[in-house]
């Protein structure tokens, strides 16, 4: 009996596409172990440089930037052009934009008592609950971004209701939050000091 298709060669095509299926599996899998690597906080290093330095270089190791009390003008995105460590300074603001950060990773906030702003931009690793960290920064924090992070959705951005300094709210292109509407008016409600601009999609 023959067959209208090339038997061989469909196996063949077959075994290739598994097996590049395989391996972007196992490249994912490798990635995210890599990510929570980069986002736990070392307790030798921190003891060694401090929070400040150690949270700056957490923001850098995962593809952000920081700014410093000293140096609000300049972003640092360059691990290795920070100042030596014999310098101390202090984290004024965290640009998270397309960085690998996790919940883990917001861990390194804590003591880092100065940082009044933080920007989270598709990070694409921050989970659902991922925004419950920036309570270490309640004291301090005044501007908020949180725009392109799909993993969170409507029950994800309550905790910001607790950030009771907060001066300005900006949430954008937020595809998996149901009622962002709701969502904006009941952090009004608790932020009363705060303006919030919050909309599913781009500003």
């Not at 906080?41 to 000293?70: I, M, Q, Y």
């Amino acid at each position: 009996m023959s067959f209208p298709y090339n038997v061989t060669n469909i196996t063949k095509r077959l075994l290739q596409s598994t097996g590049r299926i395989r391996s972007h599996y196992n490249e994912r899998k490798i990635w995210g172990y890599v990510a929570v690597a980069f986002n736990q906080v070392d307790v030798d290093r921190l003891s060694k440089v401090g929070p400040n330095r150690l949270c700056a270089e957490w923001v850098l190791k995962n593809g952000g930037g920081v700014r410093t009390v000293d140096s609000p003008s300049k972003l640092w995105k360059d691990y290795n052009s920070l100042p030596p460590e014999s310098i101390r300074f202090q984290v004024k603001v965290i640009d998270a934009s397309n960085a690998s950060i996790m919940k883990i990773g917001l861990e390194h906030l804590k003591g880092c008592n100065q940082i009044d702003t933080v920007i989270f931009h598709k990070c694409k690793h921050l989970e659902n609950d991922g925004l419950e960290g920036l309570t270490h920064l309640i004291p301090s924090l005044t501007r908020l971004q949180v725009s392109g992070c799909y993993n969170i959705t409507d029950n994800g951005l309550k905790i910001i209701g607790e950030l009771r300094n907060l001066k300005q709210l900006l949430i954008f292109d937020m595809l998996y939050v149901k009622d962002i509407d709701m969502v904006a008016r009941n952090l009004m409600t608790r932020l009363p000091n705060c303006e919030v601009k919050a909309t599913k999609f781009g500003v």
